[in-house]
């Protein structure tokens, strides 16, 4: 491990909030992601600092029969199997399958796509969509497990997401993402240029972490290359001079990123929004690392980052993440001020989540970098 400043206090954070919050975290997305980030630091420390954490997390799980009826509540299978594997738990595996189960069996409301919301209470309300957020909630885990089994009809299916995702949700215009697409209405929506941060966050996050359990030679990897340069690109002229991006990302209304050339996207109609700068900054520092994008993208991911991590606060409880907005659906009325006004807090789950995915990337771009610079002195 490095002793880059930046990344100890990301560190630090993890630290401190794990040891202030309960392990009996709720069976849903956010803590999903949060105890997934804990288990990818401690592939990077090579450690199992936060392991303890996680097996109680489960232990809970394992004697309280969780729900597992849409996107959101699938994801705790990126906790439960990641503990699996490092302790080979009964328990954990069981929970893993409960999951596998609704990922192959769920009925299918577009192509090979599933009812975000599922059929949970909240599902039978909602309007039936696929939304951005299952892109990291439902594509990533099916990824993770199917590379470690050598499962190829489950690899095909998550590889199969996010072209699908596209087709629907992918502006073709300039690049960015909308958040959901209804069934019925067969529109996405919001249905005005109306792009959420945090939703093409979780598109530039989730899409290296496909990659890199996708071999060479996949029929759908060049696709999903494509669609994640196709993101990066019309993300990074939206970057604030401050390193952040916005909760809604204004742009030019033009046919392609290249002609924003000359033209400064609107800031400060929303507010600046720490989730989707971490998630963004992820992907880009990712996306470099492997080579898929450019210098430029490393760039702006560190900057991204350390803009984050300098915003931590000290507090009598440890260090605290504040600038998260909180849970986000897409409203079925005024969408645009649904964003603009949802309310912001410290230490939401996925927000830490999305930093600790943003520190592991910088610290491995930043070994990759120093590894580079040593062979090229030999």
Not at 269 to 298: D, K
Not at 322 to 351: C, E, K, M, N, Q
């Amino acid at each position: 491990m490095s002793g880059d400043k930046y990344f100890v206090r990301v560190m630090k954070l993890a630290d401190d909030l794990t040891a202030r919050i309960a392990p009996r975290m709720k069976w849903m997305w956010g803590e999903a992601l949060l105890g997934f980030a804990l288990a990818e630091l401690d592939g990077q420390l090579g450690e199992d600092r936060y392991l303890p954490f996680l097996e109680s997390y489960c232990t809970y799980w394992k004697a309280h029969a969780p729900r597992v009826d849409q996107a959101d509540t699938s994801a705790p299978a990126l906790i439960t199997w990641s503990v699996y594997r490092r302790t080979g738990d009964e328990g954990c595996r069981q929970l893993t399958e409960r999951v596998l189960d609704y990922i192959r069996n769920e009925p299918r409301v577009l192509d090979d796509a599933v009812n975000h919301l599922g059929n949970s209470p909240e599902g039978r309300i909602y309007p039936k969509s696929i939304w951005v957020d299952s892109i990291m909630m439902f594509g990533v885990f099916p990824a993770l497990y199917a590379s470690d089994t050598g499962d190829s009809d489950l690899l095909d299916f998550a590889a199969r997401q996010p072209g699908l995702y596209s087709g629907y949700m992918q502006d073709p215009a300039g690049g960015l993402w909308y958040h959901s697409y209804w069934i019925k209405a067969r529109t996405h929506y919001p249905r005005r240029n109306i792009f959420w941060g945090r939703g093409n966050g979780w598109v530039a996050c989730a899409l290296p972490l496909l990659l890199d359990r996708l071999p060479e030679g996949h029929p759908h990897r060049e696709g999903i290359l494509r669609i994640f340069r196709t993101t990066a690109t019309a993300l990074l002229p939206l970057q604030r001079d401050d390193g952040f991006f916005d909760t809604v990302l204004e742009r030019v209304h033009a046919a392609s990123p290249a002609a924003l050339r000359g033209r400064r996207p609107r800031f400060g109609a929303n507010y600046r929004e720490a989730s989707a700068t971490a998630l963004i900054a992820s992907g880009f520092m990712h996306g470099a690392r492997q080579g898929w994008l450019g210098p430029e993208f490393a760039a702006a991911g560190m900057k991204a980052f350390r803009a984050v991590v300098d915003t931590l606060e000290d507090t009598p409880q440890g260090l605290s993440l504040p600038g998260i907005s909180a849970p986000t659906i897409p409203l079925p009325v005024f969408p645009l001020a649904g964003y603009r006004f949802i309310p912001r807090g410290h230490d939401w789950s996925y927000g830490v989540a999305a930093l600790i995915f943003a520190a592991i990337n910088y610290e491995k771009l930043n070994s990759h970098a120093s590894a580079a610079s040593g062979s090229s002195q030999h």
